[in-house]
C-alpha cells in the first residue's frame, strides 16, 4: 500500500481547513442533499464529502462510510495531491491500493472516484468521492457532472466563510474568532494548558486615513493583518474584531513565554515600517490576559480583560 504525500501547502491548508470550523460538526442539510445526489446520479453504494484533517479523513457527509479514518489509509488524502479528480476503475488492478485495509476489508472498495473540492484561497481541503465494491468504468461525462456538485459544495464553503471571515485582511472576524477561540480555550482546559489573548488597537489609523486617503488606511490594516501571520504560530487563531482592533489566541503558551513573543513582534512591526518606508509608523496599544491550569477559560472573560488592559494603555 502506498501512504499519501502531503500537499506542498500542508501547514496552510490545515489552517485555512480549521478556521472554517467545519470538523466535528453535524450532519448538515446543505451538504447532505449533495452526497444523496452523487449517489442518485452514479448509482453507487458510497457517497461523501470528507475533508483531510492532521491525521484522519473526515466525513462531513457521507452514506456507506463510517465518519472518520486514519489519513493514511484513505484514497482521498492521494485525491488532494492533484488538481485534477482521481479515479480508479478497479483497485485490485491498482498496486498502491489492492492491499489497502479499505479494499480488504470493509467497506471493500473496488471502484473510487474523487474530486478535489477547492478553498477560494487555492488550498484542496478535501473531496467529493463515490465508491463501490465492484469495479466500473468512469468517463469524461461523468466527470464533468461530478465537478458540477463539487462546484455546489465550493458554494456553500464560500457562504460559510463570509460568515467568519474578515474580507479586507482574510483574518477571522469577531464572530469566527469567538467560535475558534472558545473551541481551542476548551481543548486548553482538557489538557490543563495555559492559553494567552492578545488584543491590538492599532494607533493613528484615523489620522492615516485623513493625511494619506482610506486606501492607504486599508494597506496598513492589510500590512498589519500580515505582520501577524508571520508573527506568530500557525496554531494561533488570529483575527480583526473591528476597524482598528485585533486580537489572537495563543494556546499552549504561559503568560511568561507571551512576553518575549510580543517583544520580538514589536520589533517586527518596527523593523517593517523602516524597510518599507512607510508614510507613517505602525504602532499599537496591548493587552494581555491568559488562563491557567485549574484557571478559567471563558473567552468572553479574557477578551474583555485583554480589551480594557489595551484601552488603559491608550489612556
Known amino acids: 500500500m502506498k501512504k499519501p504525500e502531503l500537499p506542498v501547502d500542508e501547514t496552510y491548508r490545515l489552517q485555512v481547513l480549521h478556521h472554517l470550523n467545519i470538523l466535528d460538526t453535524g450532519n448538515e442539510e446543505r451538504f447532505d442533499r449533495l452526497t444523496r445526489l452523487a449517489k442518485q446520479m452514479f448509482g453507487t453504494k458510497i457517497a461523501a464529502i470528507s475533508f483531510i484533517d492532521t ?24 485525491t488532494i495531491l492533484d488538481n485534477d479528480p482521481m479515479v480508479i476503475d478497479d483497485t485490485h488492478a491498482d498496486p498502491r491500493f489492492s492491499d489497502n485495509p479499505l479494499v480488504l476489508g470493509d467497506p471493500k472498495i473496488r471502484f473510487y472516484a474523487g474530486y478535489p473540492i477547492r478553498h477560494v484561497s487555492g488550498s484542496l481541503l478535501g473531496t467529493l468521492s463515490i465508491a463501490d465494491d465492484e469495479p466500473r468504468g468512469f468517463d469524461g461525462d461523468d466527470l464533468r457532472c461530478m465537478k458540477d456538485i463539487v462546484d455546489l459544495v465550493e458554494n456553500e464553503l464560500a457562504a460559510m466563510q463570509l460568515t467568519t471571515q474578515d474580507q479586507l485582511t482574510g483574518l477571522l472576524n469577531e464572530h469566527g474568532f469567538e467560535v475558534l477561540c472558545q473551541n481551542s480555550l476548551n481543548m486548553c482546559e482538557r489538557l490543563n494548558a495555559p492559553a494567552s489573548l492578545v488584543f491590538f488597537d492599532l ?16 494597506r496598513a490594516l492589510v500590512f498589519f493583518a500580515e505582520l501577524l501571520r508571520f508573527g506568530f504560530r500557525d496554531s494561533d487563531v488570529l483575527a480583526r474584531l473591528e476597524s482598528d482592533k485585533f486580537a489572537v489566541l495563543m494556546s499552549n503558551t504561559p503568560i511568561a513565554n507571551t512576553q518575549d513573543i510580543l517583544d520580538r513582534f514589536k520589533e517586527r512591526v518596527d523593523r517593517y515600517s523602516v524597510e518599507n518606508s512607510l508614510p507613517y509608523t505602525l504602532d499599537y496599544y496591548v493587552g494581555v490576559s491568559w488562563a491557567e491550569p485549574e484557571g478559567d477559560y471563558d473567552f ?16
Do not use: M
Open 55 to 78: 491525521n484522519r479523513q473526515w466525513v462531513k457527509s457521507g452514506i456507506g462510510l463510517s465518519r472518520e479514518y486514519p489519513r493514511d489509509i484513505t484514497f482521498c488524502a492521494h
Open 203 to 218: 494607533r493613528g489609523l484615523k489620522i492615516i486615513n485623513q493625511l494619506q486617503g482610506n486606501l492607504e488606511g486599508d
Open 300 to 315: 468572553g472573560q479574557l477578551l474583555d480583560i485583554a480589551r480594557n488592559l489595551a484601552l488603559k494603555a491608550k489612556g
